[in-house]
């Protein structure tokens, strides 16, 4: 390992991470090898990262100290924020806080930072358009992350800024998945409209950012935006629905009614959801899907995607 370039992951047992500690282990021609940042090192998902050939090392985000630590001889680190574990858009940006000044203290040379846009500088905290939420945003789980690139630009971080798309994997875990309707037909149901959602493999983001390190440096100080393929809210219930043999439908709702749906985030993600839908060009403009694939040459469509994972979507009766 000592002549490979260290690359340290947050959220190595997560999507994002996960998928380029994977890429990494995958590629030992390439010149890099991995170190898995993981608050439990003993967990289950961190012994299968050491059996499989990562170096496995406890840090915390909220403790700026253990992440130097945990950074020390690293050449490079991709970082992530996990904002659905807590709700607090306060303390996702004051873990990015602490990423990047562990970044600059350890004297990285390239950090990939997974970020979003910063939605209020569409939609103004005055803007009546959406509800303001928590006081001082409009989709917290995107501006706080959006807030944050100034905060590595300031410490000088030779900094990447990937935006990254709507996980298709959300339909297994996050429970988005055909739901059976009154008239017994399953539907998804999205407040988009007729607008494209770009989407993207969770696994293909990691690659993606593999891609990055594998450039070089030319994209320090850059944004690159990825997604797998863009598609509207019909054309996700048809794929879905020829991958699981079934009849799915696309229910488009008012955001104003998702907002209102009995789960924990809702008013974030109706408001994240209009947000796609109402920036068409600013959000789907940068995610051409073609720039994911000139970093991640097995990037995969969303036919690709249901090929592989179509039976791990539950429904839900």
Do not use: C
């Given at each position: 390992m000592s002549d490979r370039k260290i690359i340290a992951v947050v959220g190595a047992t997560g999507a994002q991470g996960g998928g380029l500690v994977r890429a990494v282990l995958d590629d030992p021609e390439a010149g890099f090898a991995v170190r898995a940042l993981t608050r439990n090192p003993d967990s289950d998902k961190a012994k299968a990262l050491s059996a499989a050939g990562a170096e496995v090392v406890a840090a915390d985000l909220d403790d700026e100290a253990s992440l130097v630590e945990a950074l020390d001889g690293a050449f490079g680190a991709f970082f992530v924020t996990n904002f659905w574990e807590h709700f607090s858009p306060e303390k996702?940006?004051?873990?990015?806080?602490?990423?990047?000044?562990?970044?600059?203290?350890?004297?990285?040379?390239?950090?990939?930072?997974?970020?979003?846009?910063?939605?209020?500088?569409?939609?103004?905290?005055?803007?009546?358009?959406?509800?303001?939420?928590?006081?001082?945003?409009?989709?917290?789980?995107?501006?706080?992350?959006?807030?944050?690139?100034?905060?590595?630009?300031?410490?000088?971080?030779?900094?990447?800024?990937?935006?990254?798309?709507?996980?298709?994997?959300?339909?297994?875990?996050?429970?988005m998945g055909p739901a059976k309707g009154p008239d017994g037909r399953y539907g998804i149901t999205l407040p988009m409209g007729d607008g494209k959602l770009p989407g993207i493999a969770a696994e293909d983001i990691g690659r993606s950012a593999f891609g990055i390190f594998k450039r070089g440096d030319d994209l320090i100080g850059e944004t690159v935006a990825i997604s797998g393929e863009?598609?509207?809210g019909e054309e996700m219930a048809a794929a879905i629905g020829g991958a699981m043999g079934l009849e799915v439908v696309y229910n488009s709702v008012d955001p104003e009614l998702y907002r209102g749906f009995d789960f924990p985030g809702a008013e974030d993600l109706g408001n994240m959801f209009q947000f796609k839908r109402d920036f068409q060009e600013a959000f789907c403009g940068p995610r051409d899907p073609d720039i994911a694939r000139s970093l991640n040459p097995r990037l995969q469509s969303f036919a690709d995607w249901l090929e592989v994972n179509a039976d791990r979507i539950p429904l839900q009766d």
């Open positions: 996702e940006t004051g873990q990015a806080a602490n990423l990047a000044r562990a970044a600059k203290k350890a004297g990285l040379k390239h950090v990939i930072w997974s970020t979003l846009e910063d939605t209020r500088l569409w939609v103004p905290l005055e803007d009546d358009r959406m509800p303001t939420l928590m006081g001082s945003y409009k989709v917290p789980h995107f501006d706080a992350k959006g807030a944050a690139d100034e905060i590595f630009r300031r410490e000088g971080v030779p900094t990447t800024f990937l935006l990254t798309s709507f996980y298709w994997d959300n339909l297994i875990h996050f429970g863009q598609l509207t």
